[in-house]
C-alpha cells in the first residue's frame, strides 16, 4: 500500500470518539456542572425573591438584572477570550459567579436582604456569565476531534441538566434552607472551574494584537458578516426569537396549566426536555452533508411546540409533540454548533460565537415582555397559533437562502490533531 492510499484510509477514517481525551472529559464535566447550577439559578432565585417579600415583580427586575449584562456585554466576552484565551476568562467567570453565589447566601441567613442587593449580585453574575459563553465554541474543536459528537454530547447534558437542576433546587429549598441551594449553585460553578484548570496547556490561537477593543469587535463582525451563511441563520434566528421562543414559554406554560394542571405541565416540560436526549443521540450519529439543512428541516417540528396549547391538544398527543419538538430543537443545535466551530479560524471563534450568542439571546426578553400584552388583546391561543406559523415560515426562509443551503460539512477539522492527556 502507498504512502498516498494509507493517507486516504487515514482522512476517510472517523474521528476518535470524544471520550477518548481526557481533554474533553474535563471539559464535559465542568460544563456539566456549570449548566447544573444554571439550571438551579431559576428556582432558587425565585423562591428568595419571594421568601424576601418583593413578589413576581421583583423576581422580574432580578431576572432582568441578571439577562441585561449578558446582552450587553457578551460581544465584549468574545473579544477578551480571543484576547486571553476561552480557558482563562471561563475559569475568571466560574469564580466571579461562585463568589456571587456565596455572597448571596450569606446575605440571605445574616441580613434582612435588600433586592437591589439580589439585582447587583445578579448583575455580576450575569457579567461573568458573558465573559463565560463566548469561549465554550472555541474550547470544543481544541479537546475533541469529532466535533459532532462532542457538541450531541454537550447538549445531551444540557438537557439531563435542565430537567435535574429544577428538581435538585426545589429539593434543597424544601428540605434544607434557599441559602443552602446557593450554597450549592456556588459549589457546582467552583467545580467548573476545577474542571476548566486544567485545561490552560491547551495550544489556543491567542489575538496577540495591541488593536484596541473596538478594532477587535470590528474584526469579529468584519468575519460575521463576511459569511452570509452565518448571518443568513442569526437574522433569521433574530425573528424566531422574538416571534417563536419569545412567546412560548410563558404563554404556553400558562395555557397548559390551565389545560392540564400543574403536574400535566411538568410531565410535558419532561417529555421535550426527553426529546431533547433523543435528538441529542441523534446528533451523534447522524451525519448529512449538508448539516444546516438537515437541522433546519428538524426544527420545523418544534413549530408544535406552540401549536398544541394554542389547540388545546389532548395531554398524550402534547406530551408527543414535546419529545418531537424537543428533537428537532436538539438535533438542529447540534448542526449548528459543528458548522460554525469546524468553518470558524479558531483565532476569531470566541468573537464570532459572541455575535451568534448576542443575535440570538437579545430579542427574546423583548419577546416575552410583548407576550402578556398581545394575551390580553388578542387571547393567547391566537398570540401562540401565530407563533407557530411565524416559526414555519422563518425555516423556510432559511432554507431558501442558497449560502445556507450549499454549506456542507467541513472536510477537516480547523483545530490541531489532539493527544490524550491535558
Not at 431559576?42 to 418583593?54: D, E, I, K, R
Not at 439577562?67 to 456585554?73: H, S
Not at 468575519?223 to 433569521?236: A, D, K, N, T
Request: include cysteine; glycine fraction near 10%.
Amino acid at each position: 500500500m502507498t504512502m498516498d492510499e494509507v493517507t486516504a484510509l487515514r482522512e476517510q477514517a472517523p474521528p476518535a470518539s470524544p471520550w477518548r481525551s481526557s481533554r474533553f472529559r474535563l471539559f464535559f464535566t465542568a460544563r456539566s456542572t456549570s449548566l447544573l447550577g444554571d439550571g438551579m439559578l431559576m428556582v432558587s432565585l425565585t423562591t428568595a425573591v419571594l421568601g424576601a417579600g418583593y413578589g413576581a415583580g421583583g423576581v422580574g427586575y432580578a431576572l432582568a438584572a441578571w439577562m441585561a449584562p449578558i446582552v450587553v456585554l457578551v460581544l465584549f466576552g468574545g473579544v477578551l477570550a480571543d484576547r486571553f484565551t476561552p480557558q482563562v476568562m471561563m475559569v475568571g467567570a466560574d469564580v466571579v459567579r461562585m463568589v456571587a453565589m456565596l455572597v448571596l447566601a450569606g446575605l440571605l441567613v445574616a441580613t434582612d436582604i435588600r433586592l437591589w442587593h439580589i439585582m447587583a449580585l445578579l448583575a455580576l453574575s450575569g457579567a461573568a456569565t458573558a465573559m463565560f459563553q463566548p469561549g465554550l465554541a472555541s474550547l470544543v474543536p481544541q479537546v475533541a476531534e469529532d466535533i459532532q459528537r462532542a457538541n450531541a454530547l454537550l447538549r445531551i447534558s444540557e438537557a439531563i441538566c435542565t430537567l435535574l437542576g429544577p428538581g435538585i433546587a426545589g429539593l434543597l429549598v424544601a428540605y434544607w434552607d434557599v441559602s443552602g441551594s446557593f450554597v450549592v449553585i456556588a459549589a457546582a460553578y467552583a467545580l467548573s472551574a476545577l474542571g476548566l484548570a486544567p485545561l490552560r496547556k491547551l495550544s489556543t490561537a491567542r489575538d496577540e494584537s495591541d488593536d484596541p477593543m473596538l478594532h477587535r469587535l470590528a474584526t469579529g463582525w468584519h468575519e460575521f458578516r463576511s459569511r452570509s451563511w452565518l448571518w443568513g441563520v442569526i437574522s433569521v434566528w433574530a425573528v424566531y426569537g422574538l416571534f417563536v421562543f419569545g412567546p412560548a414559554l410563558p404563554l404556553g406554560a400558562a395555557l397548559l396549566t390551565e389545560q392540564h394542571g400543574a403536574s400535566g405541565y411538568g410531565w410535558i416540560a419532561s417529555a421535550d426536555g426527553a426529546g431533547t436526549i433523543v435528538g441529542g443521540l441523534l446528533g451523534m450519529r447522524v451525519r448529512p452533508r449538508r448539516p444546516l439543512v438537515a437541522g433546519a428541516c428538524a426544527m420545523f417540528f418544534f413549530a408544535l411546540n406552540p401549536l398544541a396549547p394554542a389547540l388545546g391538544w389532548s395531554f398524550a398527543l402534547t406530551a408527543a409533540t414535546g419529545v418531537v419538538a424537543g428533537c428537532g430543537f436538539a438535533f438542529w443545535g447540534v448542526m449548528w454548533a459543528t458548522s460554525v466551530q469546524s468553518h470558524i479560524p479558531l483565532a476569531v471563534l470566541s468573537r464570532v460565537s459572541a455575535y451568534d450568542v448576542a443575535g440570538s439571546i437579545m430579542v427574546i426578553p423583548l419577546g416575552r415582555a410583548l407576550a402578556g400584552p398581545a394575551a390580553d388583546a388578542y387571547g393567547a391561543d391566537r398570540v401562540l397559533l401565530f407563533s407557530s406559523v411565524v416559526g414555519v415560515v422563518c425555516i423556510g426562509v432559511m432554507l431558501s437562502i442558497p449560502a445556507i443551503r450549499a454549506l456542507e460539512r467541513a472536510p477537516k477539522q480547523l483545530a490541531a490533531p489532539l493527544a490524550d492527556g491535558v
